[in-house]
């Protein structure tokens, strides 16, 4: 198994040394997303994982391939043909960079074929077959062709290819079957097949063995249901990548009809990607891409499956023995002390969900109990992402039909959900919710959510902040963390920045959170800077951070300058990171570490020592929905919220970032050379994973876990 990942490498030794004012300091932001990506596909190959979650592994590594290139890859695109000469932050031409990008996706997607073979033939041991058409019996023909006429054959519409019909449009990952066909005169036509999503890629056979036959195979044998007067001469198979960003008026005044107008033209972007099967004549692929107008760098040949991300859909789950052990969410026992009532915990002490090992209910239930009690009186929300059917939509539904005030923040422009955010937005708007865009030019990234409640003759608020989503689906598999708290001033802030959504007009002074586009990052350099100033003073000084990705370049120096002062400096990134760790001179205070595994690590976390060696109880601990890039500091609204309660703060510290830290089953460091390595890990390699599933959280643990937490885990105990 590699043990590997290449990044971007650093400069030769004839190159200028690495300081503050040479560009190769910064690893490049679309290398590193790729090297993130060889991390995953990694995993595909780790044996320490069930045969089918490698399945899943390379599945996801081709999902994510697929957005790459639909958003990165086109803009990149998209500046080279205008012509752009302006250079990246690491010294890169975007001509440059996509010479680079290019010469790295050959280099990856011969790895994700390679990685499905191998898978395939693992598969096919343990009794999980795909199989060729044309090895099957007469009876299992005969069920196909059934299969075939009864699924299959009424959704397809073959295509003629000709002078008389112009090249027909092909959606973005659209796949297709492209034919060369005799008629019984001699002469020869083209034809296409769209290959419907409507209808699942692999088809399974009946019977007690497990075997499938992918769509295309079905098709193609029995094709003569579809031309019965004409001889198929060959064919192929090819999917097409498009153009995905989106382009919208700034001055529009209605946003919502805007937006619909974009995304029914998203579907038509440029084709930026041609998959091609090895075995299509020449011929019929030069047709196929003049007419796509893809460019030659942009066609990929190839032996193997064409769309790897469906292989998902041989995740069977009569495997059980090769998927991972069940897995059950804890619901916090904090709130099962107070009998269900979540306000009357939160009224008890601050307190942290641990997402996915405790439950997403919980954050449901704050907003479905708020829609239900009569003493609620206003409910304001951010909603970025949620799932289809989602209880918090519903929630806020009913608290408006109830007559509670109800507010619900609603980004359009979160990429790739815009359609299901417009169509649930109408939901609230019907059910009486005030629903507000935010901004035309800045994404509302934000995790907030605020109950306003009549208590005692007032009004006391309650707020729920979180890192990631509102999204029960994701919240299954993201690591995420969710803190409810009623302090004051943390809820004054929250609503003075529902206010700024709302009204746009900035608040003079927040109290305790900070926030982008305002202060964010200044704050952080200005906690950076007392770091420090700690260290020159001879005091203990330390920065851990853990956040989905790093590029801003001001972020980087400040992290730089710390470390040139002595500042001790951990890192985790689960995505991209273009600062080089352990370059002498410059970051050999920094440590890098990337933690790929079952879960995707997306939970923020920003960590100060404040003149104390970490982990410490006078530690500055914050949690974030922001990363550390330019659109997250500079274009979004997203909150740093600090964690002062502490039994929460030990959690986050003691037990969340110290476990990361420790982890080896499944860590990556980064070198300055820009390479990724795996680190050596023996078979009882301490899992951060598997060590939430089985430990409860501190701030989440009810009474009764108290003493036994305090006597197996005193570390985590408030110190």
Same mark, same amino acid.
């Given at each position: 198994?590699?043990?590997?990942?290449?990044?971007q490498p650093?400069?030769?030794?004839?190159?200028a040394?690495?300081d503050l004012?040479?560009p190769?300091r910064f690893i490049?932001r679309?290398?590193?997303?790729m090297?993130?990506n060889?991390?995953?596909l990694?995993?595909?190959?780790?044996t320490?994982h069930?045969?089918l979650?490698? %399945?899943?592994?390379l599945?996801?590594?081709a999902?994510n391939?697929?957005?790459?290139?639909? %958003?990165?890859v086109?803009?990149?695109?998209g500046?080279?043909?205008?012509?752009?000469?302006?250079?990246?932050?690491?010294g890169?031409t975007?001509?440059q960079?996509l010479?680079?990008?290019?010469?790295r996706?050959s280099?990856?997607m011969?790895?994700q074929?390679?990685?499905?073979?191998?898978?395939k033939d693992e598969l096919e041991?343990?009794?999980i077959?795909?199989?060729?058409?044309?090895?099957l019996?007469?009876?299992d023909?005969a069920?196909?062709?059934?299969?075939?006429?009864?699924?299959v054959?009424?959704?397809?519409?073959?295509l003629a290819?000709?002078p008389?019909?112009?090249?027909?449009?092909i959606?973005?990952l659209?796949f297709?079957?492209?034919?060369?066909l005799?008629r019984?005169?001699?002469?020869?036509?083209?034809?296409l097949i769209?290959?419907p999503?409507q209808?699942e890629r692999f088809?399974?056979l009946p019977?007690?063995?497990?075997r499938?036959?992918?769509l295309?195979d079905?098709?193609?044998?029995?094709l003569?249901?579809l031309f019965?007067?004409?001889?198929?001469?060959r064919g192929g198979?090819?999917?097409?990548t498009?153009d995905?960003a989106?382009?919208f008026?700034?001055?529009?005044e209605?946003?919502?009809r805007?937006?619909?107008?974009a995304?029914k033209?998203?579907?038509?972007?440029?084709?930026i990607?041609?998959s091609?099967?090895a075995?299509?004549?020449?011929?019929?692929?030069k047709i196929?891409?003049?007419e796509l107008g893809?460019d030659?760098?942009d066609?990929?040949l190839w032996?193997?499956?064409?769309?790897?991300?469906?292989?998902?859909q041989?995740i069977?789950?009569d495997?059980?023995d090769?998927l991972f052990?069940?897995?059950?969410a804890?619901?916090?026992?904090?709130v099962?002390?107070?009998?269900?009532d979540i306000?009357a915990?939160?009224?008890?002490?601050d307190f942290?969900?641990?997402?996915?090992?405790e439950s997403?209910?919980v954050?449901?239930?704050?907003?479905?109990?708020?829609a239900r009690?009569?003493?609620?009186?206003a409910?304001?929300q951010?909603?970025?992402r949620t799932?289809?059917n989602s209880p918090i939509?519903?929630a806020?539904c009913?608290a408006?039909?109830?007559?509670?005030?109800?507010?619900?923040?609603?980004?359009?422009?979160?990429r790739?959900?815009?359609?299901a955010?417009i169509?649930?937005?109408?939901?609230?708007?019907?059910?009486?919710?005030?629903v507000v865009y935010g901004?035309?030019?800045m994404?509302?990234?934000?995790k907030?959510n605020l109950?306003?409640r009549?208590?005692?003759?007032g009004l006391?608020?309650?707020?729920?902040?979180g890192t990631?989503n509102y999204?029960p689906?994701?919240?299954?598999i993201?690591?995420d963390?969710?803190f409810f708290?009623?302090?004051p001033?943390?809820?004054?802030d929250?609503?003075?920045?529902?206010?700024?959504?709302?009204?746009h007009?900035?608040?003079?002074d927040?109290e305790?959170?900070?926030?982008?586009?305002v202060?964010m990052?200044?704050?952080?350099i200005a906690?950076?800077?007392?770091e420090?100033a700690?260290?020159?003073?001879?005091?203990?000084?330390?920065?851990?951070v853990k956040?989905?990705s790093?590029?801003d370049?001001?972020?980087?120096?400040?992290?730089y300058?710390?470390?040139?002062?002595g500042v001790?400096?951990?890192?985790?990134?689960?995505g991209i990171?273009?600062?080089?760790p352990?370059?002498?001179?410059?970051s050999e205070?920094?440590?890098?570490?990337?933690?790929?595994g079952?879960f995707l690590?997306h939970?923020?976390i920003?960590?100060f020592g404040?003149g104390?060696?970490?982990p410490?109880?006078?530690a500055?601990?914050?949690i974030?929905?922001?990363?550390?890039?330019?659109?997250n500091?500079n274009?979004?609204v997203?909150?740093?919220?600090?964690i002062?309660?502490?039994?929460?703060?030990?959690q986050?510290?003691?037990?969340i970032?110290?476990?990361?830290l420790?982890?080896?089953a499944?860590?990556?460091?980064?070198?300055?050379?820009g390479v990724?390595?795996?680190?050596p890990a023996?078979?009882?390699?301490?899992?951060?994973?598997d060590y939430?599933?089985?430990n409860?959280s501190?701030s989440?643990?009810?009474?009764?876990?108290r003493e036994r937490?305090?006597?197996t885990?005193?570390?985590l105990v408030?110190s």
């Open positions: 198994m590699p043990t590997t990942q290449r990044a650093a400069p030769t030794n004839d190159a040394p690495l004012d040479n190769s490049n679309e290398l590193s997303w090297a993130f060889m991390r995953v990694e995993e595909a190959r780790n320490r069930p045969l979650e490698r %399945v899943r592994f599945s996801i590594s999902s391939w697929d957005e790459f290139y639909m %958003v990165r086109a803009g990149v695109k500046q080279v043909d205008a012509g752009v000469k302006s250079l990246s932050q690491d890169r975007p001509a960079q010479a680079d990008i290019l010469e996706a280099e990856l011969r790895a074929q390679r990685t499905w073979q191998d898978l041991v343990e009794g077959a795909v199989v060729d058409v044309d090895s019996g007469d009876d023909l069920w196909l062709e059934r299969r075939f006429l009864d699924h054959f009424p959704v397809l519409t073959p290819i000709d008389a019909n112009p090249f027909p449009f959606p973005n659209g297709c079957l492209v034919l060369e005799r019984a005169n001699g002469n020869l036509s083209h034809a769209p290959v999503t209808v088809v399974r019977g007690d063995t497990i499938f036959v992918p295309e079905l098709i193609g044998r029995f003569y249901h019965p007067n004409r001889e198929v001469i198979c090819f999917r097409v498009r995905s989106i382009e008026d700034e001055r529009a209605d946003l919502v805007t937006f619909e107008s995304l033209r998203r579907r038509r972007g440029s084709a990607r041609l091609v099967n075995e299509m004549d020449p011929d019929v692929l196929i891409v003049d893809v030659r760098d066609v990929f032996e193997g499956l064409l769309g790897l991300v469906d292989i998902k041989l069977v789950d495997r059980p090769l052990k069940p897995f059950d804890r619901f916090p026992e904090r099962r002390d107070f009998g269900g306000f915990a939160i009224r008890a002490k942290i969900v641990h997402h996915p090992y997403f209910d954050v449901a239930q704050f907003v479905g109990q708020a009690d009569p003493a609620v009186v409910i304001k951010t909603l970025y799932s289809n939509v519903a806020l009913e408006a039909e109830a007559g509670k005030q109800v507010t619900a923040m609603v980004e359009l422009k979160a790739f959900d815009e359609e955010n169509r649930w937005s109408r939901d609230l708007e019907n059910a009486g919710v005030q901004f035309v030019d994404k509302i990234h934000a907030i109950v306003v009549r208590e005692s003759g006391r608020s309650y707020a729920h902040f990631g999204h689906v994701t919240a299954k993201y690591t963390l969710s708290t009623c302090e001033a943390l809820c004054r929250a609503a003075r920045i529902f206010n700024y959504m709302t009204g007009d900035q608040p003079m927040l305790k959170l900070h926030y982008s586009p202060d990052r200044t704050s952080l906690m950076i800077d007392d420090i700690h260290a020159r003073a001879g005091r203990p000084a330390g920065v851990w956040v989905n790093l590029i370049g001001k972020m980087i120096d400040a992290l300058r710390a470390s040139q002062a001790k400096i951990n890192l985790i990134f689960r990171c273009g600062l080089r352990g370059v002498t001179g410059l205070n920094i440590r890098v570490k990337s933690i790929v079952r690590e939970s923020r920003i960590v404040n104390h060696r970490l410490s109880k006078n500055k601990v914050f974030s929905s922001a990363d550390w890039m330019p659109r500091l274009r979004r997203e909150a740093l919220v600090p002062e309660n502490p039994t929460a703060h030990a986050v510290l003691k037990e970032m110290v476990t990361c420790k982890d080896t499944q860590s990556w460091e980064l070198g300055g050379d990724y390595r795996r680190v023996a078979d009882d390699a301490l899992s951060a994973h939430f599933m089985t409860p501190l989440g643990r009810g009474t009764a876990r937490v305090a006597k885990r005193p570390h408030e």
